[in-house]
């Protein structure tokens, strides 16, 4: 199968919870996935070029120049195109 494998959903939501914590100086437990990045945790366009770089070091997956990674305004539609990505990563692997 590939040698890479992606992750669940709920295992891409918990290190984006991390990972937005950290990059945004918030406490995790506000990094909740209803939580809106910049109304609820403040973030900025600065914050935005962090996490955007965070999210590619961290997973591995380009979100630059991809429209719906600028208009996900939650936690959990951050995570949803996450997983998703990595889902077609995996799915890629697979084939071929």
């Known amino acids: 199968m590939g040698g890479r494998t992606y992750m669940e959903r709920e295992e891409v939501?918990?290190?984006?919870q991390q990972l937005c914590a950290?990059?945004?100086?918030?406490?995790?437990a506000a990094v909740v996935p209803q939580a809106r990045l910049a109304a609820?945790?403040?973030?900025?366009?600065?914050d935005f070029?962090?996490?955007?770089?965070?999210v590619q070091d961290t997973f591995g997956v380009a979100v630059?120049?991809?429209e719906r990674w600028r208009k996900a305004s939650t936690v959990a539609e951050v995570a949803d195109l996450l997983a998703e990505s990595e889902a077609s990563v995996g799915?890629?692997?697979?084939?071929?």
Request: aromatic share 0%; glycine share 12%.
């Open 91 to 96: 799915a890629a692997d697979v084939v071929g």
């Open 22 to 28: 950290t990059v945004l100086s918030v406490p995790e």
């Open 40 to 46: 609820d945790l403040g973030a900025d366009s600065l």
């Open 64 to 66: 630059d120049g991809d």
């Open 49 to 54: 070029v962090e996490l955007e770089v965070a």
């Open 13 to 16: 939501l918990g290190r984006l």
